[in-house]
């Protein structure tokens, strides 16, 4: 017996032992890694990062297959990259600090991201959104509706006012009323809410783009680009409905072609599919609405 528990000593020898200190380490480590990853989750970061692994991962096969060249360029391009990095994430940088040394950083360990619980929108806030842009595109008042999907709109929100309000036809066609005070900008939708109004969108820099479109049709076409959202437009000029969407811009004459467009890429039936447990769940409450 005891040459046996000797025995098994000396194959658990290897594993080292763990104090409380190490723990505290532990715990403080995962803590910061999580909210690393939430930030790069919530930010363009995450859309550079899923780039910087392909090519992490096409430099390891470069590897494997001894392609010295290629190995060689990438390991001098590693300082280059990291400036870049530096100076195309300084906007972002700058809000992380200055939320790192606010007073509620403890409490937002806790706290999940306003984009952490966005949802996918129900058919309902489809038919609320291709009523009021048809509605205001009668009497020529131009809109600007940005539907989030799975890129978070953060930043963009942030460029605006806060509404928080269900996303309905008659509350989307007040917002964009000449002469109020919400009615300059873009609306941004999460889920089946208007989350903000009055944000600023990135414009495009795309020269083929025909001259007789106007500032609106640019500012859509930049957010299409830099996200996976969709931006309905209403022209101000024409009353012209267009929905922009990868960095392309299609024009819609009939509703129901609208709706049948916004209902193919609702996220709800893409998260439906995603986790079955809330499948019927969803379904209850889409009948419900």
């Not at 609306?187 to 479109?213: E, M, W």
């Not at 680009?225 to 969709?230: V, Y």
């Amino acid at each position: 017996m005891p040459e046996f528990l000797g025995n098994l000593y000396s194959w658990f020898a290897f594993i080292p032992k763990i104090s409380l200190l190490n723990l505290v380490e532990i715990l403080i480590l995962s803590v910061l890694i999580y909210k690393i990853l939430v930030w790069v989750q919530n930010t363009r970061a995450w859309i550079l990062l899923r780039g910087g692994i392909l090519i992490l991962g096409f430099y390891l096969l470069a590897s494997i297959a001894h392609f010295t060249t290629i190995t060689w360029i990438i390991n001098h391009m590693g300082q280059l990259a990291l400036i870049a990095l530096l100076i195309i994430f300084q906007p972002e940088l700058r809000r992380a600090l200055e939320q790192l040394g606010s007073k509620n950083i403890f409490m937002g360990l806790f706290v999940a991201d306003s984009a952490d619980a966005a949802e996918g929108y129900t058919d309902k806030t489809v038919n609320e959104i291709v009523r009021a842009a048809f509605d205001m595109g009668k009497v020529k008042t131009g809109a600007l509706i940005v539907i989030e999907r799975d890129t978070p709109l953060s930043e963009i929100e942030r460029t605006g006012i806060e509404v928080d309000g269900i996303v309905t036809s008659q509350l989307l066609i007040n917002i964009f009323e000449h002469n109020t005070p919400l009615h300059d900008g873009a609306v941004v939708i999460r889920g089946n809410r208007v989350a903000a109004a009055t944000c600023y969108l990135p414009l495009s820099d795309n020269l083929t783009i025909s001259k007789d479109l106007g500032t609106r049709h640019r500012a859509a076409l930049g957010i299409s680009e830099t996200s996976d959202s969709m931006t309905v437009i209403v022209s101000e000029e024409t009353g012209r409905v267009t929905l922009a969407r990868d960095g392309k811009l299609t024009r819609f004459e009939d509703p129901e072609l609208l709706r049948a467009e916004l209902h193919v890429e609702s996220k709800t039936d893409v998260n439906a599919g995603r986790f079955k447990f809330w499948k019927g769940r969803r379904k209850h409450e889409r009948k419900n609405e």
